[in-house]
Structure formats: C-alpha cells, structure tokens
C-alpha cells in the first residue's frame, strides 16, 4: 500500500529536549515536504527536499532542521523545541513535474502531534 | 508569499442542503487543488483543476478553477454528513518547485 509514515504520532516533551519525527514514504517521490498546522493559520511550510541531500527553506523555517540522506526518509529534527512549536505536522510527498501543465499530488502522513510545555 | 483565502471558515448546514465553498487569491497559479482533511488524519486530494474556467465534477461535488486561474470554488448538491470534513484549497505556481500554498481552510458539518 502506498503511504507516508510518521512517527511518533503523539509526543509531548518540555523545553529545549532535542527531538526528531521520522518521515518515510514507499512510492519512490521524489519531492517530500514538512508542515505545521495551526488552527486560523492552515498548513505552512517548514522545509522541502527536491531530492537527495537537496533541502530547502520553506515558509516558516525558524527553529528546525532536515536531512534528506536517502529517498524514501526525510526526519524533522528540533534541536531545542519551544512552546512555540506546538503543532499538528505532517509530512508530505509527491512525484516530480516532468513537465509544465502537470500537478504533483501530494500525499500526506498521519500527522505527528507535539506539545512543548 | 502567496495567500489563499478561504470562505467561509466554518459552515454548518443540513443535511440535503446544497453549499459552496471560496478560494481566493491575488496570485496566478499554475494549478489548484482541493484537499479534505479528517480528524486525526492527513489531507487527501480531491481534484487538481489547471485550466483557467476548468469545471470538474466528482459524484456530488464541483470544483472550478477561475478563468484567470485565481480563485476556485467548490459546490456540493445535497450535502450528506459523510462530506463533513475540513477542505483545504491549495495553489501551485512555479514548475519545477513543487510548492503548495495552502488556504486557511474551511470546516464543513453536516447535520444529519
């Protein structure tokens, strides 16, 4: 079955405890992207990877960092949550455009919900 | 950055009833996408629209992209409590980016 897994779907960790959510997808994308959700603020992007070892900023990318060492993983990582981090956020991925007039469907994770007290 | 608003936030309705829901923008984009969200889960594409003035249809529900591809809407006839959901519009510009900028969203209830 085609998906995007996420992990942990739940966490809750106290301030400045370096964490990272796990994202892994088994269709070959080659395009993966993180977002945070925030209720009256929809879904905004934190970073990107077009491909292997090639990320990049996305919309609010301030206090994260990602790798993308192989294909199918691309890890959030929080060297020092803040209260300010708490979110719901999903991992997407999709097929790369090979040409113009064609749209990437992106599929999401589950969703990983973090709460920094 | 590209902003995508959405109307109404929240709508609550009967069931049976018709509704529709806003996208709007003072951006082009290439394409447009609907997503639906579930609690508890993550969003899933309902239709992507790239044409300007494109209409399409799936089962009840009708999406279309506006004729300068800036705004779309979406139109459910005879609303049922399994389209209660949050629905997210979603806009791609430039190719070879792959970027999505998505709506604020709007949750949709059903009453049955």
């Known amino acids: 079955e085609a998906q995007v897994t996420q992990n942990p779907r739940y966490l809750i960790t106290v301030t400045g405890k370096k964490l990272t959510v796990t994202c892994s997808q088994n269709?070959?994308?080659?395009?993966m992207s993180w977002y945070r959700q925030d209720p009256g603020l929809g879904l905004r992007q934190i970073y990107y990877s077009m491909n292997v070892e090639v990320t990049d900023k996305g919309d609010v990318p301030e206090g994260y960092k990602v790798s993308r060492k192989e294909k199918r993983n691309f890890p959030l990582i929080l060297e020092s949550p803040s209260p300010n981090q708490t979110s719901l956020y999903f991992c997407a991925s999709s097929r790369f455009r090979d040409r113009v007039g064609l749209a990437s469907e992106q599929y999401f994770g589950p969703g990983t919900r973090l709460t920094v007290t | 950055t590209q902003l995508l608003e959405q109307s109404p936030q929240f709508l609550s309705i009967q069931e049976g009833e018709n509704l529709t829901v806003y996208c709007n923008s003072s951006?082009?984009?290439?394409?447009l996408q609907w997503y639906r969200q579930e609690p508890g889960e993550g969003p899933v594409l309902l239709v992507t629209?790239?044409?300007?003035?494109e209409v399409k249809k799936l089962k009840r529900l009708t999406f279309q992209f506006g004729d300068a591809r800036k705004d779309s809407s979406l139109h459910i006839t005879a609303a049922q409590p399994g389209d209660t959901g949050l629905y997210l519009c979603a806009g791609e510009t430039n190719f070879g980016n792959e970027k999505l900028t998505f709506g604020t969203g709007t949750r949709l209830t059903i009453i049955p």
């Open positions: 629209v790239v044409t300007g003035g």
């Open positions: 951006s082009v984009f290439s394409s």
């Open positions: 269709m070959n994308h080659e395009y």
